[in-house]
């Protein structure tokens, strides 16, 4: 099992950049595909980006070539650098741990806000 705790969120205008980390807690960081996913109000949570225990990253169509994933294992932490920031990425921001075997942990979550 692991705990996960979000940090660097904010208030952001458009074209602007924030940088999400997210500090993990526990064992076997390692097994865990580690991801970022956002529910706007009225909205469905959604995939925002996944990275693999390797280091091979997934995005969102709508994030491909404004975010970037990373992870280091060996400090237990993933990141999710934000560019070219839109009002639509508004949403509050979730880490997210899964393993077939031990199952899927969350983040409280870190709010985003893109505005003027």
């Known amino acids: 099992q692991v705990r996960l705790v979000e940090s660097g969120g904010g208030l952001v205008q458009p074209g602007g950049s924030l940088r999400l980390s997210c500090a993990a807690s526990g064992s076997s960081f390692i097994l865990y595909t580690m991801g970022w996913y956002r529910q706007a109000p009225g909205k469905q949570r959604e995939l925002v980006a996944a990275?693999?225990?390797?280091?091979?990253?997934n995005y969102g169509d709508s994030v491909i070539g404004r975010f970037t994933i990373s992870r280091d294992n060996a400090k237990k932490t993933v990141h999710l650098q934000m560019n070219s920031l839109k009002p639509e990425d508004t949403a509050v921001y979730y880490c997210n741990a899964n393993d077939q075997w031990a199952g899927s942990y969350w983040g409280q979550g870190t709010q985003v806000t893109v505005s003027s």
């Open positions: 990275i693999s225990s390797g280091g091979m990253p």
